[in-house]
């Protein structure tokens, strides 16, 4: 209903319902992911806070016992609330293997391997998927399995190995399986709308290869060649560089970055006076006259990085231009992986 109107945080008057899956309303997706974030949790307390982490652990193994008994996708039980905008359009199969190759990760339980040598083939493991994102888990699994061939050679994964090449293959212009698209300026282009979320989930992905790679000796096997992760690490640079400032543009895609960022960011509350500047209650209808200006946000949200230029580098700084000028989670969140990853190269090195 929120989407429907133009209003800050602070003036929300739509009705805020909370829905659930359950047993009868199964949604595989939606608690395998979470099963997922539990068990990542549970490796980051592991040392700080031990018995923490044994809880995320064991919530974690509980939640996903739960989306694999009760298979079912949140959009087929949620349809008219999270459609279209957040139905589950990949299925509830790769959150599945998703979730059980990180508490398999985090615990090292043989019953995980176990899961995901006996169910991995009709959960994805097979395919070859070029994108990931909020929806798509695919990729990521491969990369988060071929860890554990590289590092123990463990034979069941050896396939994730094998796919996981296969991704980062066709993100490398040269080699047989190359199927990427970049812009003349060389940024990876996937989509119209909201680009830049493969362009921070693919970095996110090579420079975790990368390091996978590094740490193992391994190289991307290519057809008949190979890649170290120097040549990973290279090309995510490139992805991170640009969405900074270094593009045809000059324009920095993180907003209140550098000397030029998008003005005219596709956000409620960035868009709308302040509470401080405009006490006064502005209703549903009445914030789109913000919406709608041609002046510069108000509220600079900074850190935010948009959807992001078109196949050919252009940029319209427009409001209206949700495609591209809209931030998201989604998008910021690989990003926060990718600068990790060079900030600590800066400083260890
Ligand atoms: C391994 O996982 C299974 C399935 O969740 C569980 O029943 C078992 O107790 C676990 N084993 C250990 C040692 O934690």
């Known amino acids: 209903m929120d989407h429907q109107c133009w209003e800050r ?51 974690a193994m509980k939640v996903f016992d739960f989306a694999d008994r009760y298979r079912g996708s949140y959009s087929d039980s949620l349809n008219s609330v999270v459609c279209p905008f957040y139905c589950s359009y990949s299925g509830y199969q790769d959150e599945l293997l998703w979730g059980a190759s990180w508490i398999h990760r985090a ?30 888990k695919r990729a990521g699994t491969k990369v988060l399995l071929s860890k554990d061939f590289l590092e123990k050679n463990t034979q069941e994964f050896q396939l994730y190995k094998a796919h996981s090449d296969n991704y980062i293959c066709s993100l490398i212009p040269g080699t047989s399986s190359f199927q990427a698209q970049y812009t003349p300026g060389g940024l990876l282009y996937k989509a119209s709308a909201s680009n830049l979320q493969y362009v921070t989930s693919s970095a996110f992905l090579l420079l975790t290869y990368a390091k996978y790679l590094s740490s193992n000796g391994g190289v991307a096997s290519c057809g008949t060649s190979t890649f170290p992760a120097e040549k990973l690490t290279s090309l995510a640079k490139k992805q991170v560089d640009y969405i900074l400032g270094n593009n045809p543009a000059k324009m920095s895609y993180m907003v209140g970055f550098g000397q030029k960022y998008p003005l005219h960011v596709h956000h409620r509350g960035s868009s709308l006076p302040s509470v401080h500047a405009h006490p006064d209650h502005i209703a549903c209808n009445n914030g789109f006259q913000y919406l709608n200006s041609g002046s510069p946000n108000p509220n600079v949200l900074v850190g935010a990085i948009v959807g992001g230029p078109d196949n050919k580098d252009n940029f319209a700084d427009d409001r209206n231009n949700y495609q591209q000028s809209e931030p998201a989670t989604y998008i910021n969140a690989p990003f926060v992986g990718a600068v990790a990853f060079f900030s600590g190269k800066t400083t260890t090195n």
């Open 9 to 59: 945080p602070e003036d929300m008057d739509t009705p805020r319902n909370v829905y659930k899956v359950s047993t009868q309303n199964p949604g595989s997706d939606v608690a395998a992911e979470t099963a997922a974030a539990l068990a990542a949790a549970s490796i980051v307390f592991k040392d700080s806070d031990p018995s923490y982490s044994k809880q995320l652990l064991q919530t």
């Open 107 to 136: 615990s090292q339980n043989r019953s995980y391997l176990a899961y995901i040598q006996s169910n991995g083939h009709t959960l994805g493991a097979d395919d070859d998927d070029y994108s990931f994102s909020w929806d798509d």
